[in-house]
């Protein structure tokens, strides 16, 4: 199994501020035939399912605002949310998708400072 | 779009088999190329891939759950469904089902399973 290692395990960042989260995993999930990274990020609020906001590591879903970005390739792997709002309070997973069984990683809670 | 809604008892005892059931609404569970996935959260834990039916009925587990997992597709009634074998209270979790064998969109609001005698 791929094992996805996300840090910090929670972060409290200012109103405005840049909030950063990090995703590691423990092999590469990049498919070298497509040159895409096979991973995703998701949103949860408390007491909601997650929610699906970047999956190919840098492409933003529909809807999802312009403050959130995805980066990084291979094994490591950044969210990065660039203006806090107080609606962005939530824990963050990423997935992987490169092979089954399909795996989350720990969650990154982010709170208001 | 494609809305999910899960159903089932909210509470099953030791080493029973929890059955639940994932209703579609806004689209078929026919559609070619579309897949429907159970994953699963421990109160105040991290998210379980549980595995995933196809249109056709094709199936992908997670090893982990040990050959006590079945999810099949109900075309007539537009729903899929999860059983769960021999649970322990290990299994107890808030269930979601949710569309995609890659990435998850979009998931339903889940159910709580406990498992308790």
């Known amino acids: 199994d791929i094992v996805m290692i996300q840090s910090p395990d929670s972060l409290a960042v200012s109103l405005g501020e840049r909030a950063t989260i990090n995703c590691k995993s423990s092999q590469s999930v990049l498919y070298s035939s497509d040159n895409k990274n096979y991973l995703g990020w998701y949103q949860q609020v408390p007491g909601q399912p997650p929610k699906l906001l970047i999956r190919w590591a840098s492409t933003r879903e529909s809807g999802v605002p312009d403050r959130f970005s995805g980066s990084g390739s291979g094994t490591d792997f950044t969210l990065t949310i660039s203006s806090l709002q107080a609606e962005d309070v939530a824990v963050y997973y990423c997935?992987?998708?490169?092979?089954?069984?399909?795996?989350f990683g720990g969650g990154t809670k982010v709170e208001i400072k | 779009q494609v809305q999910l809604q899960e159903s089932g008892p909210g509470l099953v005892k030791p080493s029973e088999t929890l059955s639940l059931t994932c209703t579609v609404s806004g689209g078929s569970v026919s559609i070619d190329g579309y897949y429907w996935t159970w994953i699963r959260q421990p109160p105040g834990k991290g998210l379980e891939y549980i595995g995933y039916?196809?249109?056709?009925?094709?199936?992908n587990y997670n090893p982990s759950l040990r050959g006590r997992v079945t999810i099949s597709v109900d075309t007539s009634k537009n729903q899929f469904s999860l059983k769960l074998s021999s649970v322990t209270a290990a299994d107890t979790a808030v269930y979601y089902c949710?569309?995609?064998?890659?990435?998850?969109?979009?998931w339903g609001q889940g159910t709580l399973v406990t498992v308790s005698s």
């Open positions: 997935q992987q998708y490169y092979s089954t069984p399909l795996t």
């Open positions: 949710a569309t995609g064998r890659a990435w998850f969109d979009p």
């Open positions: 039916v196809s249109y056709s009925g094709s199936t």
